[in-house]
């Protein structure tokens, strides 16, 4: 098989390209990233040597550069994760979001329909976060209307959107998946757990949006790899699979679990204003993906935070310089 991953220098793609060669050796996969702040080619450099992997620097909204390689390569996978994905950034530039998100997305779909022949299977990477927000009861299932509240949420809708139509329309096989938050090993230093890790390490407050009851459904990244894996392979073309491990946290248990494990003080949490429009709650139902094909979680919470902590105390040298390229002011959450 011939595998195209976009956005595979970011936390989750190298972390999938790392999986996915592990678990399929017989496989070539093209990487194509933009390499923006978010993506760090040092992420995949266990495997840069590899005869069956090869990068491409390049962005998803380039047309000629994206048809040369369904040309060259003649995929038979598409796995779409390049995006902008931070939620307070979108709030700042929301155009990049529309460009990056949907107009990609739009380059992607219409490369895969131009050349399906051999395409096996168009698979959109997703969020939760389309849902909208929840009250403290109910659960987001792929029947939930999409109720988008951020820039960033909006333009993965808008772009969902356009994988449905390529579906309903030409037929193109497709899936979409819809994660809950991600943690683990390569997540960029402004996304919560690992900028509370960082600022203990420096001594520094916690900072927290709001009163930090704000409730996400944290999965290991692994965990997400691998659910992506399933989809690829079994999942049934046209359908939408939610991805989740039943893993409610408030931002303030996050914080404390983070406090307890590397032995801090819980008086250095900080309050600070809330973000704009931040969504109360997100909970997945992932029951489609675990009674149809199978999926069930390996990490525990308690494990996966620990082995999470301690990965970033043993990598100090792959986050460091990533605080001062995204100029790390605030506090930043999630995604
Ligand atoms: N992080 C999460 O918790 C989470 C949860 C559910 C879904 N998702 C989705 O998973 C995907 C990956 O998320 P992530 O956290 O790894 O993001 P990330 O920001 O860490 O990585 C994004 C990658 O995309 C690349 N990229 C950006 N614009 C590009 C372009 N125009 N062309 C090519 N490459 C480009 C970046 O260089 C980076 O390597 C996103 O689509 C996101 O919406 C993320």
């Known amino acids: 098989m011939n595998v195209l991953v976009t956005g595979g220098a ?22 194509l990233d933009a390499l923006t702040y978010a993506g760090n080619i040092n992420n995949l450099k266990d495997i840069e040597h590899l005869s069956n992997y090869h990068f491409v620097k390049g962005s998803i909204t380039d047309d000629t550069l994206v048809n040369q390689l369904f040309a060259q390569y003649q995929f038979e996978y598409v796995v779409n994760f390049a995006a902008e994905s931070h939620v307070d950034r979108s709030i700042v530039n929301p155009h990049l979001f529309v460009e990056t998100n949907v107009l990609g997305t739009s380059t992607l779909l219409n490369a895969a329909l131009k050349h399906r022949a051999t395409l096996k299977k168009y698979l959109q990477i997703s969020t939760d976060e389309v ?5 403290q009861t109910g659960f987001f299932t792929e029947n939930t209307p999409l109720d988008p509240r951020s820039p960033y949420s909006a333009s993965k809708a808008g772009a969902d959107m ?27 230093p402004e996304k919560l757990i690992p900028f509370l890790i960082s600022r203990v390490v420096d001594g520094l407050t916690l900072p927290i949006y709001g009163d930090g ?13 691998r659910a992506i894996d399933l989809v690829l392979q ?8 939610n991805v989740g491990g039943h893993n409610e946290r408030t931002n303030n248990q996050i914080a404390h679990k983070i406090i307890d494990l590397m032995d801090y003080h819980p008086s250095k949490i900080e309050y600070v204003q809330d973000r704009l ?17 199978g999926f069930k979680p390996l990490y525990t919470f308690d ?21 001062e390229r995204a100029q790390l002011k605030r506090v930043e959450e999630n995604k």
């Open 277 to 293: 429009g931040h969504d109360r709650r997100y909970a997945i139902d992932p029951t489609k993906l675990e009674t149809e094909l």
């Open 131 to 135: 849902y909208g927000s929840l009250g």
């Open 213 to 225: 009851e704000n409730i996400r459904d944290w999965l290991h990244v692994l965990d997400h790899c």
């Open 303 to 323: 494990q996966g935070i620990k082995e999470t902590v301690e990965w970033y105390l043993n990598n100090e040298d792959w986050w460091r310089p990533l605080q």
């Open 10 to 31: 970011g936390f989750i793609g190298s972390n999938f390209i790392q999986y996915y060669l592990s678990q399929h050796p017989e496989d070539v996969v093209v990487n």
């Open 162 to 188: 356009l994988v449905k139509a390529y579906y309903e329309t030409f037929d193109l096989p497709v899936n979409i998946t819809r994660c809950s938050n991600n943690y683990g090993p390569y997540h960029f």
């Open 234 to 241: 079994q999942g049934e073309i046209g359908e939408v699979y």
